[in-house]
């Protein structure tokens, strides 16, 4: 078991750039989850699947946020014109459903810098 | 909406016991959780009591009391590792999100 894998995990961007994270959950989680960390606060639930499909998503995504979980394996978040406001720790999670209780597995993150 | 209330920061010396409140409002209730994050690293799994009472792990417990919307995390023999943030967490019926507090920074000193 290697753990939540996420890439980069650290991302220097100019506003207005498009970037893209990716997050490799535990092998055998269906359920994989992003939230969004900023310094002294904690983490914030942004979007979750269960496998392929995305079933809960916060209003802090807003319509330049989207996130893909294609064979419900691997996850992208990608971010479009990003903004200063974006800066952040990008954290992906997992977790089993059928687990009791049901414990997300948190990635090392992304830090992204948009300057 | 939903809320979880931790004091900002902790101190205590080595070998000592500590510990660290979570009061919560959230329209519904399914379970509290601990998680422990030191600088820069991820938050990592440490407890979770879904009815009241206590579960020990170790030198971690966690106690929950639903009726008052109140949990605690006793870390007991401090160690200098144990500097770290600690932030509960709480999902809500019919969701899968965690919804965390803004953490507890705990600094043990020698």
């Known amino acids: 078991d290697t753990g939540v894998s996420q890439d980069p995990r650290h991302k220097i961007t100019k506003r207005g750039q498009n970037v893209t994270f990716r997050c490799d959950p535990i092998s055998e989680h269906n359920r994989l989850y992003w939230y969004r960390q900023t310094l002294g606060q904690g983490p914030e639930f942004l979007t979750y699947f269960q496998n392929e499909a995305q079933l809960e998503k916060s209003r802090l995504l807003s319509d330049r946020f989207s996130a893909e979980r294609p064979k419900g394996s691997f996850s992208t978040l990608e971010i479009q014109r990003t903004e200063q406001g974006d800066s952040a720790m990008y954290l992906c999670?997992?977790?089993?459903?059928?687990?009791?209780?049901?414990?997300?597995?948190f990635g090392p993150g992304t830090r992204l810098l948009v300057l | 909406g939903q809320s979880l209330e931790q004091p900002s920061e902790v101190t205590a010396v080595e070998g000592a016991i500590v510990q660290i409140n979570c009061t919560y409002q959230t329209s519904g209730f399914y379970g509290l959780s601990w998680y422990q994050q030191h600088d820069g690293g991820a938050p990592t799994f440490l407890s979770y009591?879904?009815?009241?009472g206590l579960e020990e792990t170790g030198r971690f417990s966690s106690f929950l009391s639903r009726s008052d919307s109140y949990g605690y995390l006793l870390l007991q023999e401090l160690q200098m590792k144990d500097s770290a943030s600690y932030f509960c967490?709480?999902?809500?019926?019919?969701?899968?999100?965690?919804?965390f507090g803004t953490g507890t920074r705990l600094l043990v000193s020698p």
């Open positions: 967490a709480v999902k809500d019926t019919g969701f899968q999100k965690l919804v």
């Open positions: 009591n879904g009815l009241d």
């Open positions: 999670a997992s977790s089993l459903a059928s687990d009791y209780p049901e414990t997300q597995y």
